[in-house]
């Protein structure tokens, strides 16, 4: 049974860079798409960004300017890293998975992040 | 700014049948045969219940189903129950450089 696990410091600072791992266990990274998503409070989700084993990522075109994902499948762990935070970037952040053309299956539980300083 | 438009809220009797509506554009339900739905209990992880706008994965029950018309889907729970009550999302694959979009999600109460 495939498990997706986020972890990271949840107090940034503002103008800091937000840098969360997510740890895949149980399964292989491989044909995958390796997802952050975030759901601010009393907010919807929104997509943040995916990458692929390759390293091919795509971006959430209001967030690209401040994202960097990367992939270590050497450890089984994906990354986030968000630039220059703001308390609009606190929030619920969630790791998933999916299969390319399909949709998030599988999620880690989400961790919450607060920009404040 | 969510791509997909939801209600706010929708609330019923337990037993009784909601619909929670998702309108979106030709860029996403238009473009594709992709509707996904999730339901979120809060402090948990979303949990799929409904993808290729109708199916059901395993250990969903029956009583959650999906359709869609044109750029509008929705989906149905009957027989509610205490334990449907959550946040619900809509979301689909776009053709825009955002790639994949979610609602604005339904707050749903069981009276």
């Known amino acids: 049974q495939v498990q997706l696990q986020e972890s990271g410091p949840g107090l940034v600072k503002p103008s800091e860079t937000l840098s969360l791992t997510c740890t895949v266990s149980?399964?292989?990274?491989?044909?995958?798409?390796w997802t952050w998503i975030r759901q601010s409070a009393g907010k919807g989700l929104e997509w943040i960004g995916r990458?692929?084993?390759?390293?091919?990522?795509n971006y959430n075109p209001s967030l690209k300017s401040r994202v960097t994902m990367s992939i270590d499948s050497s450890t089984n762990q994906f990354s986030l890293k968000l630039d220059s935070v703001t308390a609009a970037d606190s929030a619920v952040y969630y790791c998933a998975r999916n299969v390319p053309g399909t949709t998030f299956f599988i999620w880690g539980q989400g961790t919450l992040v607060t920009v404040s300083s | 700014q969510s791509a997909l438009t939801q209600p706010a809220s929708v609330s019923g009797s337990p037993g009784q049948s909601i619909t929670i509506s998702c309108s979106g554009t030709?860029?996403?339900?238009?473009?594709?045969?992709?509707v996904y739905w999730f339901q979120h209990h809060p402090g948990k992880a979303p949990r799929v219940v409904i993808y290729d706008v109708n199916n059901r994965p395993s250990g969903v029950s029956n009583r959650f189903s999906g359709s869609r018309s044109g750029n509008t889907a929705s989906l149905t729970i009957s027989g509610l129950q205490a334990e449907d009550e959550a946040d619900y999302y809509c979301s689909s694959h776009t053709t825009s450089s955002t790639l994949y979009v979610f609602g604005n999600g339904t707050k749903v109460t069981v009276l």
């Open positions: 990458l692929n084993m390759n390293g091919n990522s």
């Open positions: 030709s860029g996403d339900f238009g473009a594709y045969n992709y």
């Open positions: 149980g399964g292989s990274m491989n044909i995958y798409h």
